[in-house]
Every structure is written in structure tokens, then in C-alpha cells.
């Protein structure tokens, strides 16, 4: 049967994939953020996953606002990037699970999740980041599952709700008959607001009892509503319900492996935490 | 409609603003594509005739304002994208938003690691 293994997350920045590219791993902006990583990828490479589920939200790449799904899961073996319109280099195809996915979709819709299931789904920097961040020797060897929620258009399905879907996801995988090593990854946060005469809002206190309590009481976080998220962590710090999906997929005995936070990258407090998660 | 939660500085994109914001959107999302963006600057104002922004949409767009943008419907993801013709970060656009110099906003956001 398939285990889940551990939870990862990270911010999920534009700006994170323009740095990768041009190499300013050791550039005095991005060196606190990018010294953080070697632990992930030491805890990754102990671990060895085989699949990797990553949850996170589309910034219009692949949906538009003619249809814009709460809840959309990738069905195909490969997942093309594109150009997003600003500058950041287009990347090789993810590659994909169309099995594993199709499992986790009837079980899922079996559980009353009724979500969009996506056989051709461009995925954007929210998807593509994390993956370089993680598995920078190659962010396309492990297969992975997209999972994009819609953290765009109001109303967004509220944390609480997040947190469910990630438990589904959690006995999905658990069921999958094969014998996998499964990654979940929660992207994008933490506090940044992009818009309105409040752009540049960043809020550390919040950040900082997000990246506590998410370990031991994501409960607590998950009573919050996706507006109590705007008004704490601003309008795009809203993305936090991916953590909290990411967190629900964990089932067992959840330890904190390490954990990271910086101001600012772009506009953001940036986040990272890696999760054990013990049978 | 969702009931709106008065939070200073943000609008909140929901319903009435999707509707409101459709074409100028629709527009933007368009920009994904580098020949779309090289339409837009060839002629500017027939781009924006062919995606039905009205006025007030076709004004924010001449002047650049990204406040006026949000004000007539834009949502910040599309927006990113038509800030991104002109090569504008999101520290330029903070920075126009909330009236500082690009520094001086560099800086706010710096600040509030202390």
C-alpha cells in the first residue's frame, strides 16, 4: 500500500524562478531564503519519495474566469508550463501519475468532493517553483499529482474545507494499492498583498503562529475564514488553505523536521516547513 | 454575494467584481502569449476594442493605474500580466498603489522583517 511519508511546503514566488535562472543562490537578498533548502532536500533524499501530490493555486495560466474550479486535479502523465506573460523562463514538462491521480479522484468524488479533473492542465509558478526549490538536480524526474485550488476569485473554498479535502487526500493515497512513497506539498503564502493601497502588507506575528500551530493545532487555523486569512495574511497570503489542504493529508505521527521564514522575498514573508509524518 | 468584510486598502474579487472586471480580464489573461502582447503595443486601442473593455477600463489602461484598474474590475493575477509588457515588478506596481518612491517601498517591505 501507498504511505504517505511527510508534508513539505513552501512559498511559491515568480520572483524565486527568475533568481533560479540566473544562479543568486549566494546573492546577500536571496541567501537567507535559498540556504534554507539544502535541509528539505536532505530530509528528500533520506526519505527517497517516489510521487509527489502538490497542492497549490493557478494565477491564470491555465483557468480563466469563465470557468474557475474550486478544486481541480491533474489526470494526465505530463504537465506542460508556459509563458506566464512576465519574464520567468519556460520549464521542461512535470511529469505525471495519470493512475495514481485517477485513484485519487474516485476517491475523492466517492467522499462527495466533487472536483474538476483535468487531463491536459498547464501549471504555472505556484506548481513549478516548489519543484525547482525541492528537487532542483531534476524537478521533472518525480511524478507528481496537481492539485489547484482556486485561491483567485472569491468565494474560495474556506480553510476549514481545505483541511477535509486534504484528509480525503490522505486516505486516497493510503488506499492506493501500490507500494509508494508519497510527498505531499503545500505551495504559495505566506502573508502578501499584491493589490489595493494595502499592497506591501506583511504580516510576521501571523506568520510566525501559522508556522507553529500548523504542526501541532491546524485545527485552530482551520477555523479560520478565507476573510479572516485576507484581513491577517492580505489578499494573496489567502493562499494558506494549500497549506492546510497539505496539512489534512497527514494522518499519522506529524513531527516538524525544520522549518524556515524570511522578509521579504518580493512581497512576501516567505515560508518553508518540512513535515515527518510517522505511520 | 458574499457579504463583504470591510478590510482597509483591499478590495475583495468576488462576484460583482468578476462581472464587472470580465472583459479587462479577458484581456489580460490574453497576454499569456508574447504575440498577443506584441498586438496590444502595435495598436493599443484596437486591441482593446476587439475585447470590449468600456471606458472606464480603457482609460485605466491608457493612464497605467493600477488602482483604476482594480477599481474597474481587474484582477490582480490578470493584471500582473499587463504590468509585465512593461516590465513592471510587483514592487513597482506596490509602489505606484501606495504612492512611495520603488526605494521607499523596497524599504517598507525590508522593515517589516525587523
Known amino acids: 500500500m501507498a504511505r504517505i511519508v511527510g508534508g513539505l511546503t513552501t512559498s511559491h514566488i515568480p520572483a524565486i524562478g527568475g ?30 519519495p517516489d510521487a509527489a501530490i502538490v497542492i497549490y493555486n493557478d494565477h491564470g495560466l491555465n483557468f480563466f474566469l469563465d470557468k474557475m474550479p474550486t478544486f481541480a486535479i491533474g489526470a494526465a502523465d505530463q504537465y506542460r508550463n ?155 497570503g489567502a493562499e494558506f488553505i494549500l497549506w492546510l489542504a497539505m496539512r489534512g493529508a497527514l494522518t499519522g505521527r506529524v513531527r516538524k523536521v525544520h522549518s524556515n521564514y524570511h522578509i521579504p522575498i518580493s512581497n512576501t514573508g516567505a515560508g518553508m516547513l518540512v513535515l515527518e509524518n510517522a505511520a | 454575494m458574499l457579504e463583504v468584510h470591510r478590510i482597509p486598502g483591499t478590495t475583495i474579487f468576488d462576484g460583482t467584481q468578476a462581472m464587472r472586471g470580465y472583459a479587462l480580464n479577458r484581456m489580460c489573461f490574453s497576454f499569456n502569449q508574447a504575440e498577443n502582447r506584441k498586438d496590444f503595443l502595435k495598436d493599443e486601442e484596437a486591441y482593446m476594442e476587439r475585447y470590449g473593455l468600456d471606458e472606464e477600463q480603457k482609460a485605466a489602461v491608457r493612464a497605467r493605474k493600477v488602482l483604476d484598474l482594480i477599481a474597474a474590475g481587474g484582477n490582480i493575477y490578470y493584471l500582473a500580466k499587463f504590468a509585465g509588457i512593461f516590465g513592471l515588478t510587483v514592487q513597482d506596481i506596490g509602489a505606484q498603489q501606495t504612492g512611495m518612491s520603488v526605494e521607499a517601498f523596497r524599504q517598507m517591505l525590508r522593515s517589516q522583517g525587523d
Open chain 1, 82 to 236: 508556459e509563458d506566464e506573460g512576465w519574464g520567468i523562463p519556460k520549464l521542461p514538462p512535470f511529469k505525471g501519475d495519470a493512475k495514481l491521480s485517477w485513484h485519487i479522484i474516485e476517491s475523492l468524488v466517492a467522499e462527495e468532493f466533487d472536483i474538476c479533473h483535468c487531463q491536459d492542465m498547464l501549471v504555472d509558478h505556484g506548481f513549478a517553483v516548489p519543484m525547482q526549490l525541492f528537487w532542483p538536480q531534476d524537478p521533472t524526474a518525480i511524478p507528481t499529482v496537481p492539485v489547484c485550488i482556486n485561491t483567485v476569485q472569491h468565494p474560495m473554498p474556506s480553510p476549514m474545507r481545505c483541511f477535509k479535502l486534504g484528509r480525503a487526500i490522505g486516505r486516497a493515497i493510503e488506499s492506493y494499492p501500490e507500494d509508494l512513497k508519497v510527498v505531499v506539498v503545500g505551495t504559495g503564502g505566506m502573508s502578501h498583498q499584491l493589490d489595493g493601497t494595502r499592497a506591501g502588507f506583511i504580516n510576521k506575528a501571523f506568520d510566525l503562529m501559522c508556522l507553529d500551530k500548523i504542526v501541532d493545532e491546524p485545527e485552530t487555523l482551520a477555523k479560520m475564514s478565507s476573510l479572516d486569512l485576507v484581513r491577517e495574511a492580505g489578499a494573496q
Open chain 1, 19 to 48: 533568481a533560479i535562472a540566473k544562479k543568486l543562490f549566494e546573492d546577500p537578498y536571496w541567501k537567507p531564503f535559498f540556504d534554507a533548502y539544502p535541509k528539505a532536500r536532505n530530509w528528500l533524499d533520506a526519505v527517497k
